[in-house]
């Protein structure tokens, strides 16, 4: 059982439960997932420093980051994220190009 990071933009965050949730349960994954804001609470600097540094270590406790790069966007927080996965060595696995996910 590979250990993914789920790696996308909040833009599509309920894609990114469903991807996680099939990921779990059809994959053979274990996922590493980003913390959602379900309350759509005000975010400070301080909060949004914790929440990258946490994905960044979570990164670090992963095999591989798992890309949710739909219809291509990748924005600037991400592609920091695969350059971070990269120079740590972790696989990149694009949901775009992963045949295991049903579209």
Same mark, same amino acid.
């Given at each position: 059982?590979? @250990?993914? @990071?789920?790696?996308?933009?909040?833009? +599509?965050?309920?894609?990114?439960?469903?991807?996680? +949730?099939?990921?779990?349960? /059809?994959?053979? +994954?274990?996922?590493?997932?980003? =913390?959602?804001? =379900?309350?759509?609470?005000?975010? #400070?600097?301080?909060?949004?420093? #914790?929440?990258?540094?946490?994905h960044f270590?979570?990164?670090?406790m992963s095999?591989?980051?798992?890309? =949710?790069?739909?219809?291509? *966007?990748?924005?600037?927080?991400? #592609? /920091?994220e695969i350059?971070?996965?990269?120079? /740590?060595?972790?696989? =990149?696995? *694009?949901? #775009?190009?992963?045949?295991?996910?049903?579209?």
């Amino acid at each position: 059982m590979k @250990t993914v @990071t789920i790696c996308g933009s909040m833009r +599509f965050e309920r894609e990114m439960q469903s991807i996680a +949730f099939y990921l779990e349960t /059809k994959a053979n +994954f274990n996922v590493l997932q980003c =913390v959602y804001n =379900v309350d759509g609470s005000e975010i #400070s600097a301080e909060d949004a420093a #914790s929440l990258a540094a946490a994905h960044f270590k979570k990164i670090d406790m992963s095999d591989a980051i798992y890309v =949710v790069d739909i219809g291509g *966007y990748i924005g600037n927080q991400v #592609s /920091k994220e695969i350059e971070y996965a990269k120079s /740590k060595g972790k696989e =990149v696995i *694009y949901h #775009s190009k992963y045949a295991g996910m049903e579209a």
